[in-house]
């Protein structure tokens, strides 16, 4: 069974930059077809897909968050890491990594029943 564990501060600066990291277990960042996922959940609001990396290392991000968002990975540890620039109290959510197929990149969604495993999330508020 595939597992996923998100772990960083829960409370960050305004403009400062956030960073998260997801480590897998029994499964290979790096050798299967999976992407590997970063999705966070504002308060009161859905689910919001912001970016993956693929198996081979190329990294896909929300246009809307492009120009704040890096995903990369570190392959010795196997395990995956967001940072988010500049962030403001809007960016305050909980945030999940997630691993999913080739549609989940192609649609960018952030549904549930899209992928196939979740890790149990993180809170992180945006607070000075």
């Known amino acids: 069974q595939v597992q996923l564990q998100e772990s960083g501060p829960g409370l960050v600066k305004p403009s400062q930059t956030l960073f998260l990291t997801c480590a897998v277990s029994d499964a290979s960042i790096t050798t299967n077809d999976y992407y590997w996922t970063w999705v966070r959940q504002p308060p009161g609001k859905g689910l919001e897909w912001m970016g993956a990396i693929a198996s081979a290392g190329s990294a896909y991000y929300s246009p809307s968050l492009k120009s704040r968002i890096s995903i990369s990975r570190d392959t010795s540890k196997n395990q995956f890491t967001l940072q988010l620039s500049s962030v403001t109290p809007e960016d305050t959510a909980v945030y999940y990594c997630?691993?999913?197929?080739?549609?989940?990149?192609?649609?960018?969604?952030?549904?549930?029943?899209?992928?196939?495993?979740w890790g149990q999330g993180t809170q992180v508020t945006v607070s000075s």
């Open positions: 997630a691993a999913g197929g080739a549609l989940t990149l192609a649609t960018m969604t952030a549904r549930r029943d899209e992928y196939d495993y």
